[in-house]
């Protein structure tokens, strides 16, 4: 079983930044991709931005040029850098990890979950 930990979310004014974490513990594998979803409430869960082992990233069109995602091989971490946030970027995000497969925009694709952390961006 693999475990996923999210942590740095919070409420920040418009504009400001935050930076998630998400480790991972439990097992170790050779490749794997990770993924960032977000989930507000009343609606579906929505793709934010994915990574792979080897530094390929993917984004959705409603964060490229603000939001970055990245890594730490040493210490299973992938992070999410959020700038210049809007008050729509306000959800419940969560981290994923896909084993066997290439990064992507589908949660189905994802064989583990964080239990995510509260991001609110107040006007």
């Known amino acids: 079983q693999v475990q996923l930990v999210e942590s740095g979310g919070g409420l920040v004014q418009t504009g400001g930044s935050l930076r998630l974490s998400c480790a991972a513990s439990g097992r170790t594998f050779s490749s794997y991709a990770m993924g960032w979803f977000r989930q507000a409430p009343g609606k579906e869960r929505e793709f934010v931005a994915a990574?792979?082992?080897?530094?390929?990233?993917y984004y959705a069109d409603s964060v490229k040029g603000r939001f970055t995602i990245s890594r730490d091989n040493a210490k299973n971490t992938v992070y999410l850098q959020m700038n210049s946030l809007k008050p729509e970027d306000t959800a419940v995000y969560s981290c994923a990890a896909r084993l066997g497969g290439p990064m992507s925009k589908l949660h189905t694709q994802y064989n583990y979950w964080g239990q995510g952390t509260q991001v609110t961006v107040s006007s």
């Open positions: 990574i792979n082992w080897t530094d390929n990233t």
